[in-house]
């Protein structure tokens, strides 16, 4: 399919290494997928659902100990300690090859090895870029079929050029062997004894993140784990904005939103762009421009209904492969926690076993009919909210930043940074507060600069770095915001309503963004005044609401001070001194 020496090379390379059978290419077909399924199906690797209710949809179930993503068996890999530290779990480069090759040895030996070329953006986009994945996984294969845009076409746009080399094996499926190891200054990834999503589907964190912020940095972009969301007003203009929160925070949510129903009459629409990951670079015309690489949503399946976002389950209803979720025997189809109200009668759990509502494991928790991380590989052209720009190979004009995180108390429901360094401020203090659900210890803080913990693919304070230098560049800059939806009240009962209602708050943020709404400076930033939120139509939430929501409590921001003081001497001397003076001042600013 190819006459690229590197390509070609890389292949023989790891034929010599992993002893395949043979070599497939992948050519991107829906014929050669069809038989990818069949086959699929045949080894019992899938189950075909029912194909009237879910057209071609699957259930596939993982090995027990490998359904979520391992950061701790998770590497940085380079020749520098200080290039990967401290955030990152990091691994001498030339010590890792000598362990992976290790275990790659013949690992293949009896099967096939299938050639995945794919393009992370719009095939032929200069915003694009492109990646080999060898792998013996057939999951993998049908996956990345749906995630990334992959085939011939792929290939052929790559011509002579450079892309990045993934290399992955499920090997024996073993725990104590599993890594997923990135070589940023090799454009190359290996992963072996895992078969799930994230640590296997190269295209997406591996590449579209950790590789890609070290590409960002190195080449004058930007590689951020983003939402990406239009806003269409009455007149019909669209504004687009892109948004970084922590897990557990509405990210897809606020991908997806459905205006309230006053905003709805009046004309408004929300169209997704990208629900995870963006790339952004400074256009011609100054601004910010943003791409959704990925071609796909890899969604978590418990909790998503017609309720909580109806565009996500509606993505969900065809082409779509399920992971770990239930299997209902009655009408052949898929559910999880959270999907109906009703439970059905009678349901396979995620590990294939008979599911008994109401049963307990030995500390007294519900057994869950589907994992807590069970997920849906869906195309985003399912989508029913989807931006016509999807594709748009320059991508979508940015006109704010927003952060987030889940705060009871300290952050207020919305304010605006002072500049773009104050915004690069803002960004790295983002943290969330643990819920009792996740660790049985409440209102611990943990730190999630620009939701990249885990996805940094250098150096922390190297990538704040990166940020503050990206403002010099860009002539019309972005206003960047943050929110949290999470203030809740002297019972632990959140204020705001969420979800479809955030509109409201980022309608203020576009306001803002052009000049047609006042705020008032505070230490930490601009604030809204009360009567610009539009509370219309909200039950039980008034403009003293409201102010309540805005207020600052200066004990609790200078107690904040404290552990982002702690946070910047954890990330080390490479913090940038702007982002110290910026800590310095909001000290200053709490104590006048």
Known sequence: MTQNKKVLEFIEQTKKLCNPEKVVWIDGSEAQLEELRALAVKEGILIKLNQEKLPGCYLHRTCVNDVARVEGRTFICSSNKDDSSPINNWMNKDEAYKMLNGLFEGVMTGRTMYVIPY????????????????TDSVYVVLNMAIMTRVGKKVIDALGDGDFIKGLHSYAELNEEKRYICHFPEDNAIMSINSNYGGNVLLGKKCFALRIASYLGKTEGWMAEHMLILGIENPKGEIKYVAAAFPSACGKTNLAMLIPPEIYKNKGYKCWCVGDDIAWIRVGEDGRLWAVNPENGFFGVAP???????????LSTKKNTIFTNVAYNEDDNTVWWEGMTKEVPEHLIDWKGNKFVAGKVDENGKPI????????????????????????????????AIIFGGRRAKT???????????NGVFVGSIMASETTAAATGAVGVVRRD?????PFVGYNMGDYFKHWIEMGTKIKNQPKIFNVNWFRTDDNGNFIWPGFGDNLRVLDWILA?????VDARETAIGFIPYAKDINIEGLDGITENT?????????DAWTKETEGIESFYKEIGERVPAELHAQLDALKKNLNK
């Open 119 to 134: 393009s992370m953006g719009a095939v032929g986009s200069k915003f694009s870029k492109i990646g080999i994945e060898l």
């Open 512 to 516: 803002r963004c052009e000049g047609k």
């Open 546 to 554: 409201v102010e309540d929501l805005l207020s600052i409590d200066k």
């Open 303 to 313: 909790g998503t209904n017609m309720k909580s976002n109806p565009n996500a389950l």
């Open 368 to 399: 869950k009919a589907a994992h807590p991380n069970s997920r849906f590989t869906a195309p985003t052209v399912n989508c029913p909210c989807l931006s016509d720009q999807f594709e748009a190979p320059n991508g979508v004009p940015l006109s």
């Open 411 to 421: 952050a207020p429901l919305v304010y605006q940074s002072k500049d773009w360094n």
């Open 449 to 453: 600069p620009m939701a990249m913990r």
